[in-house]
């Protein structure tokens, strides 16, 4: 979502004139948007708002921005601590960007707009994509579920989803100008349409008020090769939803599915709202209907309260249900949330020890996973320039696993069929056919 938010403000700037430059130095206008989901981003934040008062210094009247989920939750101590930032903008003020700026033309205070109210987004065409063939499409913005260690709730407000034909119609669209693939976006997507009988939306093209109802119509769009979305919450994971991704070819075979915990006790401190019994059991539902479908998740260790037993139970169930992936994170802290009253008596050397044991277990697992795949050929759509080695290109499967190989740039936004020749734990080596 955030890098959504990212190409919307690329979008709104260009059409008033900005040109992107490579050095900022350069700038006459900064903007960083950011995240607050972990304290890693925002100490990161703090540290490039530092070091960017030399320029300010240099340039006095050079703009900066600090846009997103910090900037609505820490406004308070953004311009108290950095005088020299000129604009602070939250998570639904990024329409109004260039109306601050101008004001701040005239002003020679620094404004603060971060307004809870989520800014109706009426398209989702006109923004600065980061691939000519595949798309991020946000269908549902904010979170209604108030996990006690989260402060997305606070930062993108209540569950808002966006109308069926605007997401429709933009993807139709996308389709005619190129996009082959259609990322769908939401803290989450599940909970599509449940706010629409809440406040009696008439506009439900074909009474498209469900996630599985949008699904089935978006694989009906011609042109779309490849539908994605992210991320799933298991309480609303519904097999109406597995029954869409098992009905069309393309909507593929990949839920990123957050466990975050497998003791009931830790699940129930997050308020997630489902036992390690029910996640099991739904992911096993999964796999019957969609055999090939690869699960991915999220994981949090030391939360507060968490003991060796409770964190010994992640760690079997991260055995037993063997995940693709899974995203690691050493419990952090977030100021407003339920979590931050907790007692915390575990000390950070025996969460890390934790996190290595569950990290080694979860490698091993997906370097596993990932070998079964070799010497077997998969559809990959070629993305980009490879991230592991000059020379060769990156490609992704239907099931998200990223494959380096070696080919001409001009495969890049094509459908190939590779070859795997060799697993690593986190993406595959193939060979073109």
């Known amino acids: 979502m955030n890098e959504f938010d990212s190409e919307r403000i690329s979008a709104?700037?260009?059409?008033?004139?900005?040109l992107k430059t490579g050095q900022q130095e350069n700038a006459g206008?900064?903007?960083?948007?950011?995240?607050?989901?972990?304290?890693k981003a925002e100490d990161r934040l703090f540290g490039h708002i530092g070091n960017l008062k030399a320029l300010k210094v240099k340039n006095p009247g050079l703009i900066i921005c600090i846009g997103g989920c910090t900037a609505q939750s820490l406004k308070e101590k953004l311009t108290d601590t950095f005088p020299?930032?000129?604009?602070?903008?939250?998570?639904?003020?990024?329409?109004?960007?260039?109306?601050?700026?101008?004001?701040?033309a005239l002003s020679a205070k620094s404004i603060c707009e971060t307004s809870e109210n989520q800014e109706e987004i009426k398209e989702l065409v006109d923004f600065k994509r980061s691939f000519p063939f595949k798309a991020f499409i946000p269908v549902i913005i904010g979170c209604d579920n108030y996990c006690s260690y989260c402060?997305?709730?606070?930062?993108?407000?209540?569950?808002?989803?966006?109308?069926?034909?605007?997401?429709?119609?933009?993807i139709k669209k996308l389709a005619a100008d190129g996009v082959c693939e259609v990322m769908l976006l939401g803290q989450n997507v599940n909970s599509y349409g449940h706010d629409f009988n809440q406040c009696g939306a008439a506009d439900t093209v074909e009474n498209i008020n469900s996630f599985s109802k949008l699904l089935n119509?978006?694989?009906?769009?011609?042109?779309?090769?490849?539908?994605?979305?992210?991320?799933?919450?298991?309480?609303?994971?519904?097999?109406?939803?597995?029954?869409?991704?098992?009905?069309?070819?393309?909507i593929m075979g990949h839920i990123h599915l957050p466990l975050q915990a497998g003791s009931d006790k830790i699940l129930k401190k997050m308020n997630r709202k489902y036992t390690s019994k029910e996640y099991g059991e739904l992911f096993y539902k999964i796999k019957e209907k969609i055999p090939h479908c690869a699960v991915t998740t999220d994981i949090i260790v030391?939360?507060?309260?968490?003991?060796?037993?409770?964190?010994?139970?992640?760690?079997?169930?991260?055995?037993?249900?063997?995940f693709n992936r899974a995203f690691t994170f050493i419990y952090s802290s977030r100021r407003g949330t339920a979590a931050e009253t907790f007692d915390d008596p575990v000390p950070i050397v025996e969460k890390k020890k934790w996190f290595k044991q569950l990290l080694d277990t979860q490698n091993n697992i997906s370097l596993a996973e990932n070998t079964k795949m070799t010497g077997k050929i998969f559809k990959a759509l070629v993305e980009s320039e490879s991230t592991k080695k000059i020379g060769q290109l990156e490609g992704r499967?239907?099931?998200n696993t990223?494959?380096?190989?070696?080919?001409?740039?001009?495969?890049?936004?094509?459908?190939?069929?590779?070859?795997?020749?060799?697993?690593?734990?986190?993406?595959?080596?193939g060979k073109t056919i």
């Open 151 to 170: 402060i997305v709730p606070y930062v993108r407000g209540h569950e808002t989803s966006i109308k069926p034909a605007i997401v429709i119609d933009s």
């Open 29 to 39: 206008l900064i903007v960083l948007n950011t995240c607050s989901v972990r304290l």
């Open 84 to 104: 020299y930032i000129d604009i602070v903008f939250g998570t639904g003020n990024i329409e109004k960007l260039p109306q601050l700026i101008k004001a701040k």
């Open 217 to 250: 119509a978006i694989a009906v769009i011609e042109g779309i090769k490849r539908i994605r979305f992210m991320t799933s919450h298991p309480k609303d994971l519904t097999e109406d939803i597995i029954n869409a991704i098992n009905d069309n070819s393309n």
């Open 302 to 322: 030391g939360f507060p309260g968490e003991e060796e037993e409770d964190f010994s139970k992640t760690l079997e169930l991260v055995k037993t249900l063997r």
């Open 397 to 399: 499967l239907e099931n």
């Open 402 to 429: 990223i494959v380096n190989f070696e080919g001409p740039n001009q495969l890049i936004g094509r459908f190939i069929d590779l070859e795997i020749s060799q697993a690593h734990s986190f993406y595959l080596s």
């Open 12 to 18: 709104i700037l260009e059409r008033e004139g900005y």
